[in-house]
Antibody, heavy 119, light 107 residues
Framework: EVQLVESGGGLVQPGGSLRLSCAAS????????MTWVRQAPGKGLEWVSA????????YYADSVKGRFTISRDTSKSTVYLEMNSLRAEDTAVYFC????????????WGQGTLVTVSS | EIVMTQSLVTLSVSPGEGATLSCRASQSVSSDLAWYQQKPGQSPRLLIYDTSTRATGIPARFSGSGSAGTEFTLTIDSLQSEDFAVYYC?????????FGGGTKVEI
């Protein structure tokens, strides 16, 4: 059974930093690309970032480019999202999901972790 | 970036009736279009990919279609109580990936 478990969310002040983790199991992690999607309270889904299989290629939404960094550790079957210079508008539930390269739709999702940016 | 527009924010339907949800892309996305269902407090669930292919375990009452790479439709035949949720479309033809704003199907 595929499991994606996010962690690392919490309350952070504007301008602060946070690192989210997504631990994966139940599939061959090294064969899948990974992505982060967020959802602000009461709002729709917003794609945030993705990292392709060997980590050499990463993609970001314009809204987070230059502030967020996605990475992966194949030995730990974990993907990370380093978030810096956080803003109030980054407040959201952050979901991770996996996908096959060239097939960028998301079959498996984690339960999400809430990030709140507030003073 | 490609903008995905779901013009209908809310759709009111009675159980047993059908529902048609639309999604428009600002430029052609070929057939690279997926649909998701999300219920309150839950993660999204993949329903349809490649415009019209049902994901694993999705009932046949869900179907997808598209036209000219920009107009897409999700059809739900005979809505069941568990189908009342928010539905999102997503294009994966070009980076950045983008979602539509969602359509809430309510009783």
């Amino acid at each position: 059974e595929v499991q994606l478990v996010e962690s690392g969310g919490g309350l952070v002040q504007p301008g602060g930093s946070l690192r989210l983790s997504c631990a994966a199991s139940g599939f061959t992690f090294s064969s899948y690309a990974m992505t982060w999607v967020r959802q602000a309270p009461g709002k729709g889904l917003e794609w945030v970032s993705a990292i392709i299989v060997y980590g050499a290629t990463t993609y970001y939404a314009d809204s987070v480019k230059g502030r967020f960094t996605i990475s992966r550790d194949t030995s730990k079957s974990t993907v990370y999202l380093e978030m810096n210079s956080l803003r109030a508008e980054d407040t959201a539930v952050y979901f991770c999901a996996n996908f096959l390269q060239w097939r960028e739709y998301f079959q498996d999702w984690g339960q999400g972790t809430l990030v709140t940016v507030s003073s | 970036e490609i903008v995905m527009t779901q013009s209908l924010v809310t759709l009111s339907v009675s159980p047993g009736e059908g529902a048609t949800l639309s999604c428009r892309a600002s430029q052609s996305v070929s057939s690279d279009l997926a649909w998701y269902q999300q219920k309150p407090g839950q993660s999204p669930r993949l329903l349809i990919y490649d415009t019209s292919t049902r994901a694993t375990g999705i009932p046949a009452r869900f179907s997808g279609s598209g036209s000219a790479g920009t107009e897409f439709t999700l059809t739900i035949d005979s809505l069941q109580s568990e189908d009342f949720a928010v539905y999102y479309c997503q294009q994966y033809n070009k980076w950045p990936l983008t979602f539509g704003g969602g359509t809430k199907v309510e009783i």
